[in-house]
């Protein structure tokens, strides 16, 4: 009766660190995935910063050449027409040709601000998918711990609320 004691004792031993090797090299995999994806994470989202800085800079500026160039228009053709000249059609076409240019700038940058915010939209959906992986892992780490039933596992719990806390201050990061 001994033997055959230990023998299942021995069983469950080998299953619960079989199990345990196996939980370990998982978590292993998602934390270095989840590390690599904030990584990315974090340079995407400095990319997109720098690109609207730029972008609401250079929009303003372009803005203000604009109107600065309007009235200059304006002021010339006033000018040109109590003078009675005929030169004011170059001037006045040079002037428009001006404008044009600097409205497609302006649309050149709103097109790659479209293509940051996408980005961000990209990074918004990998960072779903990595909660929803920590979910996962933390189901499966309960069922670990019910199937083990020791207490072995706070070292996993520890980390996975760590995790947790990460995953909240990117989100805050995230909005801000």
């Known amino acids: 009766k001994q033997w055959y004691q230990r023998r299942v004792s021995s069983g469950i031993n080998a299953e619960y660190v079989v199990l345990k090797a196996k939980l370990t090299m998982e978590k292993d995999d998602m934390s270095s995935g989840y590390g690599n994806m904030k990584d990315d994470y974090n340079t995407i989202k400095g990319e ?3 690109l609207r800085e730029t972008y609401n ?3 303003d500026d372009w803005i203000k050449d604009k109107l600065d160039l309007e009235k200059q228009i ?3 053709e006033n000018s040109i027409k109590t003078s009675a000249g005929n030169g004011w059609d170059a001037e006045r ?3 428009k040709s001006i404008l044009e240019d600097r409205d497609s700038q302006i649309t050149n940058l ?3 601000c479209d293509v940051a915010r996408s980005q ?3 990074v918004n959906k990998e960072k779903e998918d990595m909660k929803q992986k920590l979910q996962d892992y933390e189901k499966m780490n309960r069922y ?3 199937a083990a039933g020791s207490n072995s596992s706070n070292d996993s719990t520890q980390q996975v609320e760590d995790m947790k806390k990460e995953l909240a201050a990117n989100q805050k990061e995230n909005k801000s």
């Open 110 to 112: 709103k097109i790659e």
């Open 144 to 146: 670990g711990k019910s």
């Open 93 to 95: 076409n040079r002037f």
């Open 74 to 76: 304006s002021d010339l």
């Open 48 to 50: 997109l910063m720098a």
């Open 57 to 59: 800079s250079k929009s």
């Open 120 to 122: 961000h939209s990209q």
